[in-house]
């Protein structure tokens, strides 16, 4: 059953990175500024997860006791930054939310202005340098981790080896706001040939060599977009649609500790598949439960630093 998990994972993963790539990209291609990019990039991640991460800490508290801020308070920098997950390896931190993910994805924008301006140039260059450094990137991660401050011990942590995904969100992006069919096709090709050839091949080791399922990932959610986009979107489905996109960041920012909690409740040894995927269900549920429940006060938070940033 591990199995099954590791790739609903990992392929969530994905999505999240070939959605940042190219939702960010659409926003910005026309009119870029360095400064307001940064800006707004903030205000996308910061307030939310701040406010997840007190209701976190008071939650835990209030029903288990736990106390957070214990030992060297200046390890609150780290979750300042929302670096405390990705860095919880190499260094003590008081992570609680987002797990490596809220800080690949802070590094990812921080070497965003690099990539627009070499994707500009060439798209097919920057594809392919992408996945030169990427395959560099996990081939040499342990020298990589001894040498380089921010660097994480797992390979597919680490923002230069997922590029090519968030590459692949821009160009997949673009070519459906400027309805570029043949684009879309050569990629969708692409695409289902990887699939197909991901089928044929046995995949006992898929949560050891994690690295290796990235084009599949990647495959199968390009697959998805286009079939939305061509076969799906004008079913009544915009307001599902519209939900997920609102309330899934701070949904993804509780999720990990609702499903330890649960964990701790439930021995998932015992339980047979339909009830594992039951458990499963609930976490997700639990988790947009909580994110619809502290949207407003996140939004205002949001709002009230906007106003002092852009004052």
Request: with cysteine; aromatic share 18%; hydrophobic share 50%.
């Amino acid at each position: 059953m591990q199995i099954y998990f590791s790739f609903f994972g990992g392929l969530g993963v994905s999505f999240f990175i070939i959605i940042s790539g190219g939702g960010i990209y659409n926003s910005i291609k026309s009119n870029f500024n360095l400064s307001d990019f940064y800006k707004r990039r903030f205000l996308s991640i910061f307030p939310s997860y701040y406010i997840a991460y007190f209701i976190t800490a008071v939650v835990l508290f209030v029903f288990s006791g736990r106390v957070i801020f214990q030992g060297d308070f200046l390890k609150i920098f780290w979750t300042l930054l929302g670096l405390d997950g990705f860095l919880s390896q190499r260094v003590q931190t008081f992570y609680l939310i987002g797990e490596w993910f809220v800080g690949f994805i802070i590094l990812m924008y921080v070497i965003f202005p690099g990539i627009l301006a070499l994707y500009r140039r060439s798209k097919a260059v920057t594809y392919i340098v992408a996945v030169g450094l990427a395959i560099t990137s996990i081939h040499y991660n342990v020298f990589l981790y001894e040498h380089i401050p921010f660097w994480n011990k797992r390979d597919i942590w680490n923002p230069i080896a997922r590029l090519p995904e968030f590459i692949l969100g821009m160009v997949l992006f673009e070519a459906i706001a400027n309805k570029n069919h043949q684009l879309l096709k050569y990629i969708t090709i692409v695409a289902v040939a990887v699939v197909l050839g991901y089928s044929i091949h046995d995949h006992r080791d898929m949560v050891i060599n994690e690295s290796r399922n990235i084009p599949l990932f990647s495959s199968i959610l390009v697959i998805l977009v286009v079939v939305y986009e061509y076969a799906l979107k004008f079913i009544h489905s915009n307001h599902i649609i519209s939900f997920l996109s609102k309330y899934s960041f701070l949904a993804f920012l509780y999720h990990h500790q609702i499903l330890s909690i649960i964990s701790s409740k439930i021995n998932f040894q015992n339980l047979d598949k339909t009830s594992l995927i039951y458990c499963g269900a609930m976490g997700i549920s639990l988790s947009f439960l909580l994110a619809y429940a502290t949207f407003d006060i996140s939004s205002k938070f949001k709002d009230f630093l906007s106003k002092k940033i852009y004052r």
